[in-house]
């Protein structure tokens, strides 16, 4: 009875090939989230679907795509992966901001390792 | 400057120990804030939210001051499941986005 699941939870890959990571919530939330939280813990906001629209693209590189096929769903889809995309990626969910705002939920994490 | 910025520590406490983090933000149009845990190699966790009257939750206590723009996180008698790191989040009216602080990161000792 998971509420944000990730797949998958750990992905090495070489760099250059293409990978992508799911997110599902069961909440019945509106809104859903990416994070890249880095080395040095900052945990900072990538991407942000409401309903299928997208309502937040912070600068990230074009190679990083996201995809929500519907409300429960977000997926994050990454081009040639580089070194520098090591990280751990926290998918979330909540109701739309500002309502409820303590609904905010985080998956556990998919730890990306490229070497 | 950043816009949520809190002491990465790590601050090491005896046991039974009082701790207080103070996490400040830089936009005046900053609506809400929270505490959220982060245990080691996994997700944060929503601890508290935070009040323009303070509020508290057994033994954590947690103060918003606007003027100086802080918050603050005060625990009280530390258990060694305390251990962990605490971000500061700040919602910003009309963005959509929650900022979240880098974290203090709370050893506590036996």
């Known amino acids: 009875d998971t509420a944000v699941s990730q797949t998958p939870k750990y992905l090495v890959t070489q760099m250059g090939n293409d990978k992508s990571i799911k997110c599902e919530q069961n909440l019945g939330h509106d809104t859903m989230y990416w994070y890249k939280q880095d080395s040095k813990k900052f945990l900072k906001i990538m991407f942000s679907y409401n309903n299928k629209e997208l309502i937040i693209n912070e600068t990230v590189p074009n190679r990083f795509s996201p995809k929500s096929p519907d409300k429960a769903h977000l997926n994050l889809h990454i081009n040639s992966l580089e070194l520098g995309d090591s990280a751990v990626y926290f998918c979330?969910?909540?109701?739309?901001?500002?309502?409820?705002?303590?609904?905010?939920?985080f998956g556990s994490g998919t730890r990306l390792t490229v070497v | 400057r950043k816009e949520v910025e809190q002491d990465p520590g790590p601050f090491n406490v005896p046991e039974g120990a009082t701790v207080a983090f103070n996490c400040t933000y830089s936009n005046s149009a900053s609506q809400s804030f929270f505490w959220y845990r982060q245990d080691c190699r996994k997700e944060p966790k929503l601890l508290m939210s935070?009040?323009?009257s303070g509020n508290e939750d057994g033994r954590f206590t947690a103060q918003l001051n606007r003027a100086s723009q802080y918050i603050s996180l005060l625990i009280r008698d530390s258990k060694l499941s305390d251990s962990a790191t605490y971000l500061c989040v700040d919602y910003i009216s009309g963005t959509y986005k929650y900022i979240f602080g880098t974290g203090t990161r709370l050893k506590v000792l036996a």
């Open positions: 979330a969910s909540s109701h739309l901001p500002p309502a409820d705002l303590s609904t905010y939920t």
């Open positions: 935070v009040y323009s």
